[in-house]
């Protein structure tokens, strides 16, 4: 029974698509599963009882994640390593690795790989091409079109806050203190972070974004600050971010998701005005301005240690918290008829404006998604559907049988007891969530707001289909 155990548990292993490499105390491959053949393509009878260098030879004892796990006994996480297998192919992973102790003493180690060599490959193409793209226009006339697309005008909105927002916006951009944009997603923070550059004596020098989520922490360092050949595996001489928007804005979005290690090296940069590329003893002066953004409550990154307390006081000179679409119904039948117009245009289509039905339907909605999801709703009805106006039958499935709770003239008939409407509010939210995440948990329990855990339990509560 044993053996068939732990034939399972080997299927099973199998069956992941992560690389699994095992070796014992000297160094010798003792297990190698189905994913690391694929990703390394070299046969498993040809890698078990060899040294992990014999296997991989352009690693060292200093490189090797694995065997560094070896002489220190200490666990790693989420390290990246490059190296180059034996048919020349530069691969890029992001590996775990855990010691295996017995009786105190470490007998080998246990490493998980996750290939992210196209990640690399396509983040290095990114900047390439926005270093051609920035060195061709450091030609331009000063009446070139500007790089960032939006401005000011592209805010729509009548809402007071919006409207202050937008004031302090533009006082902003006479500036080059940094800026700190808050709010939940799809607020439209990109918008203010653009018009703030656009308005601005730096508007016709580079607009750089960088999403802080997006890459591990050693690729989003190399990508921000830049490489020398020879500082990693595979590594060229390429300039980071910061040299590619000198002169011009940097914009950080999600910098609460950036690793407290990654932030020290940034607070040096934006303290000393230089920068550093990755194996280099050198420094760079650079001109940026740098802008970022957040996506919680602006209190909490630092009680939460997202941030460092004193990187986030150099971030945070300007404030702009931008208020959530239900914070702000007054703008939705202004955005309502923006979008309309928007998406006619795209798409030849003649849509007047939306039913009464479907207007009571969006004041009273709760937006988790924000304005992004309300011209997501009108984008989906204008392309799907033809008519003079959007009506309840035309809008996404969030929306389908989603009927007002409360009306000017109160009708007791439709009055439903407290926990049933909380039920039906909280599974309306979810599948809204669910939706615009692709049914990702980690993802949606962020949208809106509370733990992983919860989420489940809701999912399983209110009998919510999980694709």
């Known amino acids: ?18 690389g699994i490499h095992i070796v014992d105390a000297s160094g010798k491959i003792v297990y190698y599963n189905v994913a690391a053949k694929q990703l390394d393509e070299i046969d498993v009878d040809k890698a078990i ?32 390593q490059n190296f180059v297998n034996y048919k020349g192919d530069k691969i890029s992973t992001l590996n775990s ?60 909105g009548q809402n007071k806050e919006m409207l202050k927002l937008k004031s302090l916006g533009l006082k902003a951009a006479m500036s080059d203190s940094p800026v700190m944009v808050a709010g939940s997603t799809g607020t439209g923070k990109e918008l203010f972070v653009q018009s703030i550059h ?84 050198n420094t760079v002066d650079v001109d940026v301005r740098v802008i970022s953004a957040i996506n919680t409550e602006i209190n909490e990154v630092v009680e939460s240690k997202q941030l460092r307390q004193d990187l986030f006081f150099r971030l945070n000179v300007i404030t702009l918290v931008i208020p959530d679409l239900c914070k702000r119904k007054e703008d939705i039948p202004i955005l309502v008829e923006h979008f309309i117009k928007k998406y006619n245009d795209k798409c030849s289509k003649f849509f007047s404006g939306i039913s009464k039905e479907v207007m009571d339907i969006f004041m009273e909605y709760s ?28 809008l996404p499935f969030q929306f389908k049988n989603y009927h007002p709770t409360y009306s000017s003239s109160l009708d007791t008939s439709v009055i439903q007891p407290l926990n049933v409407a909380v039920d039906k509010v909280e599974r309306e939210i979810i599948i809204s969530a669910l939706e615009q995440t692709d049914y990702n948990i980690a993802k949606a329990a962020k949208l809106i707001n509370v733990p992983r855990q919860t989420l489940q339990y809701k999912i399983k509560k209110l009998d919510i289909p999980f694709h």
């Open 1 to 18: 029974m044993e053996i068939k155990y732990f034939d399972a548990l080997i299927q099973a292993i199998n069956i992941i698509t992560d």
């Open 49 to 80: 009882g060899r040294h992990i260098l014999e296997v991989y030879p352009s690693l060292s004892f200093d490189t090797s994640t694995i065997l560094k796990v070896l002489k220190t006994g200490k666990p790693i996480y989420n390290v990246e």
């Open 97 to 156: 690795t855990l010691p295996i102790t017995y009786n105190n003493k470490v007998v080998g180690a246990l490493e998980v790989s996750r290939n992210i060599t196209k990640v690399r490959e396509l983040s290095e193409k990114i900047v390439n091409l926005q270093r051609e793209l920035y060195e061709t226009s450091e030609s331009l006339e000063k009446t070139s079109k500007p790089l960032a697309k939006f401005n000011f005008l592209d805010i729509i």
């Open 198 to 281: 656009n308005s601005s004596n730096r508007k016709h020098k580079p607009f750089i974004a960088q999403n802080c989520a997006a890459l591990p922490s050693n690729l989003l360092e190399s990508i921000l600050f830049g490489s020398v050949k020879g500082s990693f595996t595979g590594a060229e001489n390429r300039p980071g971010l910061f040299e590619l928007a000198n002169g011009g804005t940097l914009f950080l979005d999600e910098i609460n998701s950036m690793p407290l290690e990654l932030q020290t090296k940034l607070l040096r940069v934006l303290q000393d005005g230089r920068v550093r590329r990755v194996g280099s003893s």
């Open 367 to 394: 937006w988790p998604g924000n304005v992004r999801e309300l011209e997501h709703a009108i984008e989906s009805a204008v392309s799907l559907y033809d008519g003079d106006l959007i009506r309840e039958e035309h």
